[in-house]
């Protein structure tokens, strides 16, 4: 059994800045990658930002320059540096770790930016 566990949400005026937390724990050996999706009400998930074992990463065009992924590997976590928030980044954003065969999804972190 895999857990992840989001936390760092809140709200935050335009402008502002956050950091979102993922820890992983339960029985696993690593993941080949982890990174962070986000669904504003009454749309579809969308992939903000995702770090591969490789060191690779891809961002959202609607973040680059903006938002930062970061992965202890040592912790089994993922972080989401977000800056210069955006009214049209307010969202639920979901942690999603993935191994060979296997997709885990945290629980959500609400994020509300206020214009």
């Known amino acids: 059994q895999v857990q992840l566990v989001e936390s760092g949400g809140g709200l935050v005026q335009a402008g502002g800045s956050l950091r979102l937390s993922c820890a992983a724990s339960?029985?696993?050996?690593?993941?080949?990658?982890m990174g962070w999706y986000r669904q504003a009400p009454g749309k579809k998930r969308e992939m903000v930002a995702v770090n591969s074992i490789g060191g690779d990463t891809t961002y959202a065009d609607f973040v680059k320059g903006r938002f930062i992924i970061s992965r202890d590997k040592s912790k089994n976590t993922v972080y989401l540096q977000m800056n210069s928030l955006k009214p049209e980044d307010t969202a639920v954003y979901y942690c999603n770790a993935w191994g060979a065969a296997e997709s885990y999804w945290g629980q959500g972190t609400q994020v509300t930016v206020s214009s």
């Open positions: 339960g029985s696993f050996f690593s993941f080949n990658g």
